[in-house]
T-cell receptor, first 113, second 113 residues
Framework: AQKITQTQPGMFVQEKEAVTLDCTYD???????LFWYKQPSSGEMIFLIY??????QNATEGRYSLNFQKARKSANLVISASQLGDSAMYFC??????????FGDGTTLTVKP | DADVTQTPRNRITKTGKRIMLECSQT?????MYWYRQDPGLGLRLIYY???????NKGEISDGYSVSRQAQAKFSLSLESAIPNQTALYFC????????????FGEGSWLTVV
């Protein structure tokens, strides 16, 4: 069975600082993809970044990077230079080749001015 | 225009009423999904469809039914709505394979009174 665990229900970060949101996963499928989504208070789900299980390098997208440690089954999201607009709920998700996706319970990030 | 469109975006309905949420996509994806999100929580899969003739139950399908009218259309029905089905509902689409991003609609806020 697939499982995503986000152990931080809420996080605070000072504006312009970096923050790491934790995500661990479990799957027996050797091929999988890991995703992070942002959900602002308006409710929409915004795709941020993707990491494939066979990718050798950590994914980066602008201020977002994914710290992928395969042996530890972790896929933490790092947001650099936090902005007030980064305040939102963040979800880690996993897809396997079977096509089903599993989401974590999310982490609410609050950026303080 | 959004790639994944959900209607209605907001609906208040009474207990026992039937309600349908509709979803259409212009991305040409074969896979479509319906998720439910309760306040402050993550996404739970209700139903998913890998093509027009392939529909599968997710983890919380009781009380819901779906119809895949065409590759681009996937509707969710609550046959007899109850208050604990009050939630934010998302339609999503993707191509096959673990590396393909899931694209979400803007969500439908449903309140059952």
């Amino acid at each position: 069975a697939q499982k995503i665990t986000q152990t931080q229900p809420g996080m605070f970060v000072q504006e312009k600082e970096a923050v790491t949101l934790d995500c661990t996963y479990d799957t027996s499928d050797p091929s999988y993809g890991l995703f992070w989504y942002k959900q602002p208070s308006s409710g929409e789900m915004i795709f941020l970044i993707y990491q494939g299980s066979y990718d050798q390098q950590n994914a980066t997208e602008g201020r977002y990077s994914l710290n992928f440690q395969k042996a530890r089954k972790s896929a933490n999201l790092v947001i650099s230079a936090s902005q007030l607009g980064d305040s939102a709920m963040y979800f880690c998700a996993m897809r396997t080749n079977a096509g089903k996706s599993t989401f974590g319970d999310g982490t609410t990030l609050t950026v303080k001015p | 225009d959004a790639d994944v469109t959900q209607t209605p975006r907001n609906r208040i309905t009474k207990t026992g009423k039937r309600i349908m949420l509709e979803c259409s996509q212009t991305k040409g994806h074969d896979r479509m999904y319906w998720y439910r999100q309760d306040p402050g929580l993550g996404l739970r899969l209700i139903y998913y469809s890998f093509d027009v003739k392939d529909i599968n139950k997710g983890e919380i399908s009781d009380g819901y039914s779906v119809s895949r009218q065409a590759q681009a259309k996937f509707s969710l029905s609550l046959e007899s709505a109850i208050p604990n089905q009050t939630a934010l509902y998302f339609c999503a689409t993707s191509s096959g394979g673990s590396g393909n991003t899931i694209y979400f609609g803007e969500g439908s806020w449903l309140t059952v009174v």
